[in-house]
Protein backbone atom coordinates (compact mmCIF):
# COMPACT_ATOMS: atom_id res chain seq x y z
CA UNK A 1 0.00 0.00 0.00
CA UNK A 2 1.38 3.47 -0.86
CA UNK A 3 -0.02 6.75 -1.63
CA UNK A 4 1.36 7.58 -5.29
CA UNK A 5 1.77 11.54 -6.20
CA UNK A 6 1.78 12.35 -10.13
CA UNK A 7 4.24 15.20 -10.34
CA UNK A 8 3.56 17.29 -13.20
CA UNK A 9 6.58 18.59 -15.21
CA UNK A 10 7.22 21.34 -17.88
CA UNK A 11 10.80 21.32 -19.73
CA UNK A 12 11.67 19.06 -17.50
CA UNK A 13 10.69 21.30 -14.21
CA UNK A 14 8.41 20.28 -11.68
CA UNK A 15 5.45 22.68 -11.75
CA UNK A 16 4.80 24.35 -8.29
CA UNK A 17 0.73 22.98 -8.18
CA UNK A 18 3.02 19.12 -8.26
CA UNK A 19 4.80 20.42 -5.12
CA UNK A 20 1.67 21.37 -3.23
CA UNK A 21 0.23 17.80 -4.25
CA UNK A 22 3.73 16.41 -2.92
CA UNK A 23 3.00 17.73 0.15
CA UNK A 24 -0.51 17.04 0.62
CA UNK A 25 0.20 13.10 -0.65
CA UNK A 26 2.96 13.17 1.99
CA UNK A 27 0.70 13.97 4.96
CA UNK A 28 -1.86 11.88 3.57
CA UNK A 29 0.21 8.90 3.94
CA UNK A 30 1.86 9.86 7.45
CA UNK A 31 -2.29 9.98 8.11
CA UNK A 32 -2.40 6.54 6.32
CA UNK A 33 0.43 5.33 8.12
CA UNK A 34 1.95 3.96 4.81
CA UNK A 35 4.76 6.20 2.67
CA UNK A 36 4.42 8.61 -0.31
CA UNK A 37 6.01 7.36 -3.78
CA UNK A 38 6.20 9.77 -6.36
CA UNK A 39 5.70 8.96 -10.41
CA UNK A 40 7.19 11.34 -13.22
CA UNK A 41 6.60 11.08 -16.95
CA UNK A 42 8.85 12.12 -19.58
CA UNK A 43 12.14 14.27 -18.73
CA UNK A 44 12.65 15.83 -15.55
CA UNK A 45 15.92 17.19 -14.02
CA UNK A 46 16.89 16.61 -10.39
CA UNK A 47 13.89 13.91 -9.15
CA UNK A 48 16.17 13.09 -5.91
CA UNK A 49 15.85 16.43 -4.52
CA UNK A 50 11.99 16.19 -4.19
CA UNK A 51 12.39 14.28 -1.25
CA UNK A 52 11.91 17.39 0.51
CA UNK A 53 8.89 16.98 0.25
CA UNK A 54 8.10 13.79 2.20
CA UNK A 55 8.04 11.36 -0.66
CA UNK A 56 10.87 8.54 -0.42
CA UNK A 57 10.65 7.06 -3.95
CA UNK A 58 9.79 8.47 -7.58
CA UNK A 59 8.80 6.12 -10.64
CA UNK A 60 10.12 7.70 -13.35
CA UNK A 61 8.93 6.37 -16.98
CA UNK A 62 11.45 8.74 -19.47
CA UNK A 63 10.50 7.79 -22.79
CA UNK A 64 10.45 10.71 -24.94
CA UNK A 65 6.99 10.47 -26.38
CA UNK A 66 5.77 11.34 -23.06
CA UNK A 67 7.20 15.50 -23.22
CA UNK A 68 3.92 16.04 -24.45
CA UNK A 69 0.19 15.41 -22.77
CA UNK A 70 -1.58 12.43 -24.29
CA UNK A 71 -3.78 12.02 -21.31
CA UNK A 72 -4.81 8.40 -22.94
CA UNK A 73 -1.14 7.61 -22.73
CA UNK A 74 -0.45 9.03 -19.45
CA UNK A 75 -3.44 7.03 -17.93
CA UNK A 76 -2.42 3.88 -19.03
CA UNK A 77 1.47 4.53 -17.61
CA UNK A 78 0.42 5.95 -14.54
CA UNK A 79 -2.42 3.06 -13.68
CA UNK A 80 0.86 0.17 -14.44
CA UNK A 81 2.84 2.35 -12.01
CA UNK A 82 -0.51 2.43 -9.59
CA UNK A 83 -0.85 -0.89 -9.48
CA UNK A 84 2.53 -2.31 -9.20
CA UNK A 85 3.19 0.00 -6.26
CA UNK A 86 -0.26 -1.03 -5.01
CA UNK A 87 -1.14 2.56 -4.93
CA UNK A 88 -4.70 3.09 -2.67
CA UNK A 89 -4.29 6.75 -2.96
CA UNK A 90 -3.16 8.57 -5.93
CA UNK A 91 -3.08 12.58 -5.67
CA UNK A 92 -2.97 14.53 -8.69
CA UNK A 93 -3.12 18.79 -8.89
CA UNK A 94 -6.43 19.78 -10.61
CA UNK A 95 -4.31 21.91 -12.59
CA UNK A 96 -4.09 21.48 -16.93
CA UNK A 97 -2.80 18.11 -16.90
CA UNK A 98 -4.38 16.69 -13.46
CA UNK A 99 -8.06 17.47 -15.53
CA UNK A 100 -7.14 15.85 -18.20
CA UNK A 101 -5.75 12.61 -16.92
CA UNK A 102 -7.08 11.91 -13.21
CA UNK A 103 -10.78 11.38 -14.77
CA UNK A 104 -9.10 9.15 -17.22
CA UNK A 105 -7.78 7.00 -14.46
CA UNK A 106 -10.98 7.09 -12.21
CA UNK A 107 -12.45 5.10 -15.11
CA UNK A 108 -9.55 3.02 -15.94
CA UNK A 109 -9.11 1.70 -12.70
CA UNK A 110 -12.98 2.51 -11.70
CA UNK A 111 -11.40 4.41 -8.77
CA UNK A 112 -13.96 6.91 -7.01
CA UNK A 113 -12.41 11.02 -7.40
CA UNK A 114 -12.63 13.88 -5.87
CA UNK A 115 -11.27 17.15 -7.94
CA UNK A 116 -11.08 20.36 -6.72
CA UNK A 117 -9.51 19.07 -3.42
CA UNK A 118 -9.33 21.80 -0.76
CA UNK A 119 -8.27 20.04 2.41
CA UNK A 120 -6.72 17.08 3.77
CA UNK A 121 -9.74 13.72 3.53
CA UNK A 122 -11.24 12.94 6.80
CA UNK A 123 -10.14 8.97 7.56
CA UNK A 124 -12.39 8.69 10.72
CA UNK A 125 -14.93 6.80 9.52
CA UNK A 126 -14.29 6.28 5.87
CA UNK A 127 -12.81 8.31 3.00
CA UNK A 128 -14.14 11.58 2.59
CA UNK A 129 -12.99 14.83 0.77
CA UNK A 130 -13.58 18.22 1.06
CA UNK A 131 -13.80 20.10 -2.43
CA UNK A 132 -15.27 22.86 -4.15
CA UNK A 133 -18.58 23.57 -5.76
CA UNK A 134 -21.04 26.14 -7.24
CA UNK A 135 -17.49 27.94 -8.27
CA UNK A 136 -16.17 28.91 -5.12
CA UNK A 137 -19.39 29.42 -3.39
CA UNK A 138 -20.11 26.23 -1.22
CA UNK A 139 -17.79 23.33 -0.61
CA UNK A 140 -18.66 19.50 -0.47
CA UNK A 141 -17.67 16.44 1.13
CA UNK A 142 -17.80 14.03 -0.97
CA UNK A 143 -17.44 9.92 0.11
CA UNK A 144 -15.64 7.77 -2.16
CA UNK A 145 -16.75 4.26 -2.02
CA UNK A 146 -13.93 2.73 -4.08
CA UNK A 147 -11.18 0.55 -2.57
CA UNK A 148 -8.45 3.11 -4.41
CA UNK A 149 -9.13 6.80 -4.34
CA UNK A 150 -8.06 9.52 -7.15
CA UNK A 151 -8.11 13.01 -5.55
CA UNK A 152 -7.20 16.15 -7.23
CA UNK A 153 -5.99 19.18 -5.27
CA UNK A 154 -6.79 22.74 -6.47
CA UNK A 155 -4.08 24.60 -7.15
CA UNK A 156 -3.11 27.23 -4.03
CA UNK A 157 -5.23 24.87 -1.85
CA UNK A 158 -2.29 23.27 0.07
CA UNK A 159 1.06 25.26 0.84
CA UNK A 160 3.87 23.51 0.20
CA UNK A 161 5.97 22.56 3.32
CA UNK A 162 9.87 21.60 2.24
CA UNK A 163 12.11 19.92 4.66
CA UNK A 164 15.04 17.29 4.04
CA UNK A 165 15.60 14.09 2.74
CA UNK A 166 16.26 12.91 -1.00
CA UNK A 167 13.61 10.15 -2.56
CA UNK A 168 14.95 7.36 -5.01
CA UNK A 169 14.49 7.66 -8.29
CA UNK A 170 13.53 4.04 -10.00
CA UNK A 171 13.32 3.73 -13.92
CA UNK A 172 10.01 2.56 -14.65
CA UNK A 173 9.70 0.19 -17.07
CA UNK A 174 6.15 0.73 -18.82
CA UNK A 175 4.46 0.05 -22.00
CA UNK A 176 4.47 3.55 -23.29
CA UNK A 177 1.98 2.93 -26.40
CA UNK A 178 2.67 5.76 -29.33
CA UNK A 179 0.45 9.09 -28.64
CA UNK A 180 -2.57 9.60 -30.53
CA UNK A 181 -2.79 13.85 -29.71
CA UNK A 182 0.11 15.10 -31.79
CA UNK A 183 1.54 18.77 -29.86
CA UNK A 184 2.47 20.79 -32.92
CA UNK A 185 3.16 23.99 -31.50
CA UNK A 186 3.63 25.52 -28.35
CA UNK A 187 3.31 29.60 -27.43
CA UNK A 188 3.74 30.69 -23.66
CA UNK A 189 4.37 33.91 -22.27
CA UNK A 190 7.68 33.86 -21.11
CA UNK A 191 9.47 35.57 -18.34
CA UNK A 192 5.44 35.87 -16.86
CA UNK A 193 3.95 34.39 -13.72
CA UNK A 194 1.45 31.83 -14.73
CA UNK A 195 -2.01 33.40 -14.09
CA UNK A 196 -3.32 29.77 -12.37
CA UNK A 197 -0.09 29.69 -10.14
CA UNK A 198 0.76 33.85 -9.15
CA UNK A 199 0.86 33.78 -5.50
CA UNK A 200 -0.21 37.63 -5.88
CA UNK A 201 -2.64 38.97 -8.74
CA UNK A 202 -3.52 42.48 -10.11
CA UNK A 203 -6.29 42.19 -11.84
CA UNK A 204 -8.12 45.45 -13.60
CA UNK A 205 -11.46 46.14 -15.32
CA UNK A 206 -13.66 48.80 -17.15
CA UNK A 207 -12.35 51.62 -14.68
CA UNK A 208 -9.20 51.71 -16.38
CA UNK A 209 -10.97 53.62 -19.25
CA UNK A 210 -8.70 52.19 -21.87
CA UNK A 211 -5.80 49.99 -22.82
CA UNK A 212 -3.48 52.69 -22.95
CA UNK A 213 -3.95 53.06 -18.63
CA UNK A 214 -2.68 49.87 -17.97
CA UNK A 215 1.14 50.91 -17.11
CA UNK A 216 0.04 51.86 -13.71
CA UNK A 217 -1.31 48.27 -13.10
CA UNK A 218 1.86 46.94 -14.65
CA UNK A 219 4.38 48.56 -12.17
CA UNK A 220 2.21 47.57 -9.22
CA UNK A 221 2.23 43.74 -10.74
CA UNK A 222 5.97 44.19 -11.07
CA UNK A 223 6.65 45.26 -7.56
CA UNK A 224 4.65 42.31 -6.11
CA UNK A 225 5.78 39.52 -8.19
CA UNK A 226 2.29 39.51 -9.74
CA UNK A 227 0.56 37.77 -12.56
CA UNK A 228 -2.26 40.48 -14.23
CA UNK A 229 -5.66 39.55 -14.58
CA UNK A 230 -8.57 41.72 -15.95
CA UNK A 231 -13.01 41.29 -15.81
CA UNK A 232 -14.65 40.43 -18.89
CA UNK A 233 -15.63 43.47 -20.91
CA UNK A 234 -11.84 44.50 -20.62
CA UNK A 235 -10.99 41.34 -22.57
CA UNK A 236 -13.86 41.22 -25.01
CA UNK A 237 -12.91 44.87 -25.66
CA UNK A 238 -9.29 43.44 -26.60
CA UNK A 239 -7.82 45.83 -24.20
CA UNK A 240 -5.87 42.94 -22.61
CA UNK A 241 -5.32 39.55 -23.55
CA UNK A 242 -8.43 36.29 -23.36
CA UNK A 243 -5.75 34.50 -21.29
CA UNK A 244 -6.43 37.29 -18.44
CA UNK A 245 -9.33 37.09 -18.06
CA UNK A 246 -11.11 35.64 -14.47
CA UNK A 247 -14.60 34.73 -13.59
CA UNK A 248 -16.92 32.50 -14.51
CA UNK A 249 -16.42 32.20 -18.27
CA UNK A 250 -12.03 32.87 -17.63
CA UNK A 251 -9.57 31.19 -14.97
CA UNK A 252 -11.02 30.21 -12.08
CA UNK A 253 -7.83 31.40 -9.32
CA UNK A 254 -6.87 31.24 -5.84
CA UNK A 255 -3.97 33.28 -4.94
CA UNK A 256 -3.05 34.44 -1.13
CA UNK A 257 -3.71 37.89 -2.37
CA UNK A 258 -6.07 39.65 -5.44
CA UNK A 259 -6.12 43.12 -5.49
CA UNK A 260 -8.77 44.47 -7.45
CA UNK A 261 -8.86 47.79 -9.72
CA UNK A 262 -12.05 49.46 -10.65
CA UNK A 263 -13.57 46.21 -11.27
CA UNK A 264 -17.18 46.16 -10.03
CA UNK A 265 -17.64 42.89 -8.42
CA UNK A 266 -20.31 41.12 -10.54
CA UNK A 267 -21.44 37.84 -9.59
CA UNK A 268 -20.02 36.00 -12.50
CA UNK A 269 -16.48 37.83 -11.96
CA UNK A 270 -16.30 37.01 -8.27
CA UNK A 271 -16.94 32.95 -8.90
CA UNK A 272 -13.40 33.33 -10.64
CA UNK A 273 -11.51 34.79 -7.56
CA UNK A 274 -13.75 34.10 -4.44
CA UNK A 275 -11.26 31.44 -3.08
CA UNK A 276 -8.36 34.10 -3.01
CA UNK A 277 -7.29 34.13 0.35
CA UNK A 278 -7.14 38.14 0.92
CA UNK A 279 -9.03 40.42 -1.70
CA UNK A 280 -8.20 44.12 -1.76
CA UNK A 281 -10.44 46.36 -3.83
CA UNK A 282 -9.62 49.88 -5.15
CA UNK A 283 -12.97 51.45 -6.77
CA UNK A 284 -14.33 54.93 -6.99
CA UNK A 285 -17.85 53.89 -6.44
CA UNK A 286 -18.61 52.86 -2.01
CA UNK A 287 -21.18 50.89 -3.38
CA UNK A 288 -19.57 48.45 -5.56
CA UNK A 289 -20.53 44.94 -4.94
CA UNK A 290 -16.90 43.93 -5.07
CA UNK A 291 -16.35 45.43 -1.55
CA UNK A 292 -18.65 43.19 0.23
CA UNK A 293 -16.46 40.51 -0.98
CA UNK A 294 -13.30 42.35 -0.04
CA UNK A 295 -10.93 42.25 2.94
CA UNK A 296 -9.68 45.66 2.17
CA UNK A 297 -10.89 48.28 0.29
CA UNK A 298 -10.09 52.24 -0.60
CA UNK A 299 -12.34 53.98 -1.81
CA UNK A 300 -10.85 56.54 -4.74
CA UNK A 301 -9.65 57.13 -7.92
CA UNK A 302 -7.81 54.39 -9.29
CA UNK A 303 -5.51 56.83 -11.60
CA UNK A 304 -4.54 58.52 -7.85
CA UNK A 305 -3.97 55.55 -5.78
CA UNK A 306 -2.21 52.93 -7.63
CA UNK A 307 1.08 54.84 -8.30
CA UNK A 308 1.13 55.75 -4.47
CA UNK A 309 0.28 52.20 -3.21
CA UNK A 310 2.92 51.44 -5.69
CA UNK A 311 5.20 53.51 -4.53
CA UNK A 312 4.29 52.38 -0.81
CA UNK A 313 5.40 48.71 -1.68
CA UNK A 314 8.58 50.10 -3.28
CA UNK A 315 9.73 51.54 0.40
CA UNK A 316 8.65 48.05 2.08
CA UNK A 317 10.75 46.25 -0.01
CA UNK A 318 13.39 48.52 0.02
CA UNK A 319 13.46 48.80 -3.75
CA UNK A 320 14.02 52.39 -5.22
CA UNK B 1 -20.36 12.80 -39.47
CA UNK B 2 -22.15 12.54 -36.28
CA UNK B 3 -21.74 14.93 -33.31
CA UNK B 4 -22.52 13.90 -30.00
CA UNK B 5 -22.87 17.18 -27.34
CA UNK B 6 -23.17 16.74 -23.54
CA UNK B 7 -25.66 18.81 -22.19
CA UNK B 8 -26.14 19.32 -18.45
CA UNK B 9 -28.62 21.20 -16.38
CA UNK B 10 -27.52 24.01 -14.08
CA UNK B 11 -28.49 26.73 -11.91
CA UNK B 12 -28.50 30.19 -12.94
CA UNK B 13 -25.20 32.25 -12.46
CA UNK B 14 -26.68 34.64 -10.09
CA UNK B 15 -28.54 32.12 -8.11
CA UNK B 16 -28.08 32.01 -4.52
CA UNK B 17 -26.80 29.42 -3.17
CA UNK B 18 -28.41 27.10 0.20
CA UNK B 19 -28.80 23.61 1.24
CA UNK B 20 -31.41 22.12 2.78
CA UNK B 21 -32.34 18.44 4.98
CA UNK B 22 -29.19 19.88 7.40
CA UNK B 23 -26.76 20.51 4.87
CA UNK B 24 -27.42 17.77 2.52
CA UNK B 25 -29.64 18.84 -0.13
CA UNK B 26 -28.64 22.03 -2.63
CA UNK B 27 -31.78 24.35 -2.26
CA UNK B 28 -33.68 24.72 -5.35
CA UNK B 29 -36.23 27.09 -4.12
CA UNK B 30 -36.78 29.84 -6.47
CA UNK B 31 -34.07 28.58 -8.41
CA UNK B 32 -33.76 29.72 -12.25
CA UNK B 33 -32.10 26.72 -14.54
CA UNK B 34 -29.96 27.10 -17.63
CA UNK B 35 -27.86 25.56 -20.19
CA UNK B 36 -24.49 24.85 -17.97
CA UNK B 37 -22.51 27.77 -20.19
CA UNK B 38 -19.51 25.98 -21.16
CA UNK B 39 -22.08 23.71 -22.37
CA UNK B 40 -24.27 25.97 -24.75
CA UNK B 41 -22.13 28.58 -25.80
CA UNK B 42 -19.18 26.80 -26.36
CA UNK B 43 -19.62 23.03 -26.97
CA UNK B 44 -23.09 23.51 -28.78
CA UNK B 45 -22.31 26.47 -30.69
CA UNK B 46 -19.28 24.83 -32.62
CA UNK B 47 -20.86 21.78 -33.61
CA UNK B 48 -23.46 24.02 -34.49
CA UNK B 49 -20.71 25.97 -37.11
CA UNK B 50 -19.66 22.24 -37.98
CA UNK B 51 -22.97 21.83 -39.28
CA UNK B 52 -23.12 24.95 -41.08
CA UNK B 53 -19.82 24.19 -42.96
CA UNK B 54 -20.71 20.99 -43.49
CA UNK B 55 -24.75 20.58 -43.55
CA UNK B 56 -24.46 16.52 -43.29
CA UNK B 57 -22.99 16.68 -40.02
CA UNK B 58 -26.00 15.03 -37.87
CA UNK B 59 -25.78 16.91 -34.24
CA UNK B 60 -27.36 14.77 -31.18
CA UNK B 61 -27.76 16.22 -27.88
CA UNK B 62 -27.65 14.20 -24.80
CA UNK B 63 -27.87 15.06 -20.91
CA UNK B 64 -28.52 13.18 -17.79
CA UNK B 65 -30.96 13.99 -15.83
CA UNK B 66 -34.58 13.30 -14.43
CA UNK B 67 -37.67 14.95 -16.58
CA UNK B 68 -37.40 18.39 -15.09
CA UNK B 69 -33.74 18.47 -17.55
CA UNK B 70 -36.84 18.23 -20.47
CA UNK B 71 -37.10 22.09 -20.55
CA UNK B 72 -33.16 22.83 -20.64
CA UNK B 73 -32.20 20.42 -23.71
CA UNK B 74 -35.50 21.47 -25.43
CA UNK B 75 -33.53 25.03 -24.76
CA UNK B 76 -30.68 23.59 -26.53
CA UNK B 77 -32.64 21.91 -29.41
CA UNK B 78 -33.91 25.49 -30.09
CA UNK B 79 -30.06 26.50 -30.84
CA UNK B 80 -29.47 23.58 -32.91
CA UNK B 81 -29.57 19.89 -33.26
CA UNK B 82 -31.09 17.14 -34.98
CA UNK B 83 -32.29 15.34 -31.74
CA UNK B 84 -32.09 14.80 -28.07
CA UNK B 85 -31.44 11.71 -25.74
CA UNK B 86 -31.79 12.13 -22.39
CA UNK B 87 -30.95 9.36 -19.67
CA UNK B 88 -33.55 9.25 -17.43
CA UNK B 89 -31.44 9.25 -13.75
CA UNK B 90 -30.56 11.63 -11.57
CA UNK B 91 -26.87 11.52 -10.50
CA UNK B 92 -23.87 13.18 -9.58
CA UNK B 93 -21.20 10.91 -9.38
CA UNK B 94 -19.19 11.70 -12.64
CA UNK B 95 -18.35 8.14 -13.60
CA UNK B 96 -22.01 6.92 -13.28
CA UNK B 97 -22.97 9.88 -15.87
CA UNK B 98 -19.70 9.40 -17.36
CA UNK B 99 -21.31 5.65 -18.06
CA UNK B 100 -24.60 7.00 -19.09
CA UNK B 101 -22.80 8.82 -21.84
CA UNK B 102 -20.54 6.63 -23.29
CA UNK B 103 -23.37 3.73 -23.47
CA UNK B 104 -25.11 6.11 -25.80
CA UNK B 105 -21.75 6.87 -27.20
CA UNK B 106 -21.50 3.26 -28.56
CA UNK B 107 -24.96 2.76 -30.05
CA UNK B 108 -24.80 5.84 -31.87
CA UNK B 109 -21.31 5.75 -33.40
CA UNK B 110 -20.51 9.27 -33.33
CA UNK B 111 -17.03 10.57 -34.66
CA UNK B 112 -16.48 13.83 -32.36
CA UNK B 113 -17.80 14.03 -28.52
CA UNK B 114 -18.21 17.33 -27.43
CA UNK B 115 -18.54 18.18 -23.46
CA UNK B 116 -17.97 21.80 -21.49
CA UNK B 117 -15.34 22.67 -19.80
CA UNK B 118 -16.79 21.71 -16.38
CA UNK B 119 -20.51 22.05 -14.64
CA UNK B 120 -20.31 25.45 -13.04
CA UNK B 121 -21.86 23.76 -10.10
CA UNK B 122 -20.19 20.63 -9.29
CA UNK B 123 -17.44 21.76 -11.01
CA UNK B 124 -15.57 18.19 -11.48
CA UNK B 125 -14.17 19.05 -15.05
CA UNK B 126 -14.09 14.85 -15.12
CA UNK B 127 -16.89 13.54 -16.92
CA UNK B 128 -15.43 14.43 -20.42
CA UNK B 129 -11.91 12.34 -19.57
CA UNK B 130 -14.05 9.62 -18.41
CA UNK B 131 -16.36 9.32 -21.50
CA UNK B 132 -13.17 9.17 -23.50
CA UNK B 133 -11.53 6.55 -21.09
CA UNK B 134 -15.08 4.36 -21.43
CA UNK B 135 -14.36 4.62 -24.89
CA UNK B 136 -10.96 4.11 -25.27
CA UNK B 137 -10.59 7.59 -27.46
CA UNK B 138 -8.10 10.64 -27.19
CA UNK B 139 -9.20 13.13 -25.05
CA UNK B 140 -7.99 16.85 -25.67
CA UNK B 141 -9.60 19.17 -22.89
CA UNK B 142 -9.74 22.72 -22.18
CA UNK B 143 -10.08 23.21 -26.01
CA UNK B 144 -10.63 26.79 -27.33
CA UNK B 145 -10.65 26.24 -31.07
CA UNK B 146 -11.25 22.93 -33.36
CA UNK B 147 -10.81 23.19 -36.57
CA UNK B 148 -11.71 19.76 -38.89
CA UNK B 149 -10.17 19.17 -42.18
CA UNK B 150 -11.36 15.70 -43.43
CA UNK B 151 -11.19 13.55 -40.38
CA UNK B 152 -8.10 15.61 -38.95
CA UNK B 153 -8.83 18.08 -36.39
CA UNK B 154 -6.54 20.90 -35.02
CA UNK B 155 -7.11 21.68 -31.72
CA UNK B 156 -6.01 24.65 -29.48
CA UNK B 157 -5.84 23.72 -25.91
CA UNK B 158 -4.93 25.13 -22.46
CA UNK B 159 -1.55 24.85 -21.10
CA UNK B 160 -0.38 26.33 -17.97
CA UNK B 161 0.58 30.00 -19.22
CA UNK B 162 -0.47 29.90 -22.45
CA UNK B 163 -1.59 27.52 -25.44
CA UNK B 164 -0.28 24.27 -27.46
CA UNK B 165 -2.13 23.16 -31.02
CA UNK B 166 -2.34 19.88 -31.34
CA UNK B 167 -3.59 17.40 -34.09
CA UNK B 168 -5.48 14.10 -33.97
CA UNK B 169 -7.75 11.91 -36.03
CA UNK B 170 -11.43 11.19 -35.07
CA UNK B 171 -12.86 9.90 -33.37
CA UNK B 172 -11.98 12.03 -30.37
CA UNK B 173 -13.24 13.51 -27.17
CA UNK B 174 -12.86 17.08 -26.64
CA UNK B 175 -14.02 19.65 -23.69
CA UNK B 176 -14.72 23.03 -24.14
CA UNK B 177 -14.13 26.37 -23.45
CA UNK B 178 -13.94 30.06 -24.13
CA UNK B 179 -12.56 30.98 -27.69
CA UNK B 180 -14.48 27.81 -29.28
CA UNK B 181 -17.23 29.81 -30.46
CA UNK B 182 -18.87 32.98 -29.70
CA UNK B 183 -22.72 32.93 -27.55
CA UNK B 184 -25.91 32.21 -29.67
CA UNK B 185 -29.56 33.53 -28.77
CA UNK B 186 -32.13 31.10 -30.00
CA UNK B 187 -34.35 32.62 -32.86
CA UNK B 188 -38.24 32.34 -32.88
CA UNK B 189 -37.37 29.70 -36.02
CA UNK B 190 -35.51 27.69 -33.89
CA UNK B 191 -38.21 27.94 -30.59
CA UNK B 192 -40.69 26.71 -32.95
CA UNK B 193 -38.90 24.12 -34.83
CA UNK B 194 -37.23 22.68 -31.37
CA UNK B 195 -41.03 21.56 -30.27
CA UNK B 196 -41.07 19.11 -32.95
CA UNK B 197 -37.58 17.61 -32.95
CA UNK B 198 -37.13 14.56 -31.21
CA UNK B 199 -36.67 13.87 -27.74
CA UNK B 200 -35.84 10.30 -26.55
CA UNK B 201 -36.11 9.10 -22.98
CA UNK B 202 -33.99 6.44 -22.73
CA UNK B 203 -33.41 4.02 -19.16
CA UNK B 204 -30.12 3.84 -17.71
CA UNK B 205 -27.53 1.12 -17.80
CA UNK B 206 -26.65 0.01 -14.23
CA UNK B 207 -23.34 1.03 -12.50
CA UNK B 208 -22.39 1.98 -9.29
CA UNK B 209 -21.49 5.28 -8.02
CA UNK B 210 -18.09 6.01 -7.15
CA UNK B 211 -18.85 8.84 -4.92
CA UNK B 212 -21.66 10.22 -2.73
CA UNK B 213 -21.97 13.34 -1.54
CA UNK B 214 -22.10 13.50 2.11
CA UNK B 215 -23.15 17.04 3.08
CA UNK B 216 -22.29 20.66 1.92
CA UNK B 217 -20.94 24.01 3.47
CA UNK B 218 -21.04 27.31 3.80
CA UNK B 219 -18.02 29.28 3.74
CA UNK B 220 -17.18 31.52 6.28
CA UNK B 221 -19.07 34.68 6.19
CA UNK B 222 -15.94 37.55 5.68
CA UNK B 223 -15.24 39.35 8.36
CA UNK B 224 -16.35 42.64 6.53
CA UNK B 225 -14.08 45.16 4.22
CA UNK B 226 -11.34 47.47 6.38
CA UNK B 227 -11.66 50.45 4.61
CA UNK B 228 -8.43 52.48 4.40
CA UNK B 229 -8.43 56.65 3.08
CA UNK B 230 -7.18 57.16 -0.14
CA UNK B 231 -4.86 59.77 1.59
CA UNK B 232 -3.15 57.08 3.36
CA UNK B 233 -2.03 54.09 1.40
CA UNK B 234 0.62 53.60 3.64
CA UNK B 235 -2.02 51.48 6.43
CA UNK B 236 -3.00 49.35 3.16
CA UNK B 237 0.52 48.33 3.04
CA UNK B 238 1.18 48.36 6.36
CA UNK B 239 -1.99 46.00 7.20
CA UNK B 240 -1.53 44.07 3.90
CA UNK B 241 1.80 43.27 5.48
CA UNK B 242 1.71 42.97 9.04
CA UNK B 243 -2.21 42.08 9.67
CA UNK B 244 -2.65 39.41 6.37
CA UNK B 245 0.79 38.55 5.87
CA UNK B 246 0.37 38.91 1.97
CA UNK B 247 2.96 41.25 1.24
C1 LIG C 1 -23.18 34.40 -17.94
C2 LIG C 1 -22.20 35.50 -17.69
C3 LIG C 1 -20.86 35.18 -17.51
C4 LIG C 1 -19.94 36.19 -17.22
N1 LIG C 1 -18.64 35.84 -16.99
C5 LIG C 1 -17.78 36.80 -16.56
C6 LIG C 1 -16.44 36.49 -16.22
O1 LIG C 1 -15.99 35.33 -16.34
N2 LIG C 1 -15.62 37.48 -15.76
C7 LIG C 1 -16.04 38.76 -15.63
O2 LIG C 1 -15.25 39.61 -15.18
N3 LIG C 1 -17.29 39.10 -15.98
C8 LIG C 1 -18.16 38.16 -16.46
N4 LIG C 1 -19.41 38.54 -16.82
C9 LIG C 1 -19.74 39.98 -16.86
C10 LIG C 1 -20.08 40.56 -15.50
O3 LIG C 1 -21.46 40.37 -15.23
C11 LIG C 1 -19.79 42.06 -15.47
O4 LIG C 1 -20.49 42.70 -16.50
C12 LIG C 1 -18.29 42.40 -15.59
O5 LIG C 1 -17.53 41.64 -14.66
C13 LIG C 1 -18.06 43.87 -15.34
O6 LIG C 1 -16.72 44.20 -15.60
P1 LIG C 1 -16.05 45.45 -14.88
O7 LIG C 1 -16.22 45.32 -13.42
O8 LIG C 1 -14.67 45.57 -15.42
O9 LIG C 1 -16.85 46.68 -15.48
P2 LIG C 1 -18.00 47.59 -14.84
O10 LIG C 1 -19.12 46.79 -14.32
O11 LIG C 1 -18.29 48.62 -15.85
O12 LIG C 1 -17.32 48.24 -13.58
C14 LIG C 1 -16.29 49.19 -13.64
C15 LIG C 1 -15.99 49.61 -12.22
O13 LIG C 1 -14.92 50.53 -12.22
C16 LIG C 1 -15.18 51.55 -11.29
N5 LIG C 1 -14.43 52.74 -11.72
C17 LIG C 1 -14.67 53.55 -12.78
N6 LIG C 1 -13.73 54.51 -12.87
C18 LIG C 1 -12.87 54.31 -11.84
C19 LIG C 1 -11.70 54.98 -11.38
N7 LIG C 1 -11.21 56.06 -12.02
N8 LIG C 1 -11.09 54.50 -10.28
C20 LIG C 1 -11.56 53.41 -9.62
N9 LIG C 1 -12.66 52.75 -10.01
C21 LIG C 1 -13.30 53.20 -11.10
C22 LIG C 1 -16.67 51.73 -11.32
O14 LIG C 1 -17.14 52.28 -10.08
C23 LIG C 1 -17.16 50.30 -11.51
O15 LIG C 1 -17.39 49.65 -10.27
C24 LIG C 1 -20.36 37.54 -17.15
C25 LIG C 1 -21.69 37.84 -17.38
C26 LIG C 1 -22.61 36.85 -17.65
C27 LIG C 1 -24.05 37.23 -17.87
N1 LIG D 1 -25.77 15.12 -16.30
C1 LIG D 1 -25.10 15.37 -17.42
N2 LIG D 1 -25.63 15.09 -18.63
C2 LIG D 1 -24.95 15.33 -19.78
N3 LIG D 1 -23.73 15.86 -19.81
C3 LIG D 1 -23.13 16.16 -18.63
C4 LIG D 1 -23.77 15.93 -17.38
N4 LIG D 1 -22.93 16.33 -16.40
C5 LIG D 1 -21.81 16.78 -17.01
N5 LIG D 1 -21.93 16.69 -18.36
C6 LIG D 1 -20.96 17.14 -19.39
O1 LIG D 1 -19.65 17.03 -18.87
C7 LIG D 1 -19.04 18.33 -18.76
C8 LIG D 1 -18.15 18.37 -17.55
O2 LIG D 1 -18.94 18.18 -16.39
P1 LIG D 1 -18.29 17.98 -14.94
O3 LIG D 1 -17.31 16.88 -15.05
O4 LIG D 1 -19.45 17.64 -14.06
O5 LIG D 1 -17.67 19.29 -14.58
C9 LIG D 1 -20.21 19.30 -18.77
O6 LIG D 1 -19.79 20.57 -19.24
C10 LIG D 1 -21.18 18.61 -19.71
O7 LIG D 1 -20.85 18.83 -21.06
Not at chain 2, 198 to 227: I, N, S, Y
Amino acid sequence: MSVLIFIDTTEGHVKKASLEALTYGATVAEQLGTSAEGVVLGAANDLASLGKYGVKKIHHVSAGSLNHLDAQVYANVIGQVAIASGAKVIIFSNNVDGKAIAPRLSARLKAGLVSGAVALPDTANGFTVKKNVFSGKAFANITVNTDIKIIALNPNAYKVIAGEGTAEVVAFNATVDAPKVKVTNVTKASGQVPLTEAEVVVSAGRGMKGPENWAIVEDLARVLHAATACSRPVADAHWRPHNEHVGQTGFAIAPNLYIAIGISGAIQHLAGVNRSKVIVVINKDPEAPFFKAADYGIVGDAFEVVPKFTEAIKKLKGVA
Amino acid sequence: MKILVCISKTPDTTAKIAFTGNNTKFDTAGVQWIINPYDEWYALVRAIELKEADPSTIIHLITVGAADADPIIRKALALGGDEAIRVNADSHDSFYIASQIAEVAKQGGYDLVFTGKETIDYNGSSVGGMVAELLDRPYVSLASKFELSGNKATITREIEGGEEICEVELPVVVSCQKGMAEQRIPNMKGIMGARTKPLKAAEPVAVDALTTVAGFELPPAKAGVKLVSPDNVEELVRLLHEEAKAI
